[in-house]
C-alpha cells in the first residue's frame, strides 16, 4: 500500500476580547463546510508563521496580523477525503486596529479555482467547540 501523502497546513486562532474569529463559506451549506478558522496550505519554501499571516489576510481581507505564538503542531489524517496527513502548525494571532463585527470576503486561491465567498465574525471563545472536526477540541486545550 501507497504511504499517504504528508502536507504542511497552518491553522490561525485570533483571539480578539474573549472572541474567536471565524468563517463560513456562503457558497456552500453550514452542514458541507461548517465554521472555520482561517487557514491553509504553505506553500513549498515558506515559512509556517508567514503562510499562517497570508492565509489569515487572505481569508479574511483584513491586514494587521502578528503572530503571537506558535501553539504546536498536530497531526490530522484526512482520509477518506484524501490518502493524505497533514501536518498542522497551529499558531495564535493577534489583529490590531479596527474589527468589524461581521464582514463579507473574498479568497482569490491564487487564481487556481473560482473565488470563495466568505462570511467572517467574531464568536464568543466559549463557543469555539463548534468549529469542524479535528479543530474544536483543540481550540479547547490552547485556550480554556
Request: with cysteine; hydrophobic share 40%.
Amino acid at each position: 500500500m501507497p504511504k499517504k501523502v504528508i502536507t504542511n497546513k497552518v491553522l490561525c486562532y485570533v483571539v480578539r476580547e474573549g472572541r474567536l474569529l471565524v468563517f463560513r463559506h456562503v457558497d456552500f451549506s453550514f452542514e458541507e463546510v461548517g465554521i472555520q478558522v482561517p487557514g491553509g496550505s504553505v506553500r513549498p519554501g515558506e515559512d509556517p508563521a508567514d503562510a499562517a499571516l497570508r492565509e489569515a489576510r487572505e481569508e479574511t481581507g483584513l491586514t494587521g496580523f502578528a503572530v503571537v505564538r506558535k501553539r504546536g503542531e498536530i497531526e490530522y489524517d484526512i482520509s477518506p477525503l484524501r490518502f493524505e496527513i497533514q501536518c498542522r502548525h497551529v499558531f495564535e494571532l493577534a489583529l490590531r486596529g479596527a474589527m468589524p463585527e461581521r464582514w463579507a470576503s473574498r479568497e482569490d486561491h491564487d487564481g487556481e479555482q473560482e473565488p470563495t465567498r466568505c462570511e467572517c465574525f467574531w464568536i464568543p471563545l466559549r463557543a469555539a467547540h463548534v468549529l469542524q472536526a479535528g479543530q474544536g477540541a483543540l481550540v479547547g486545550r490552547l485556550f480554556d
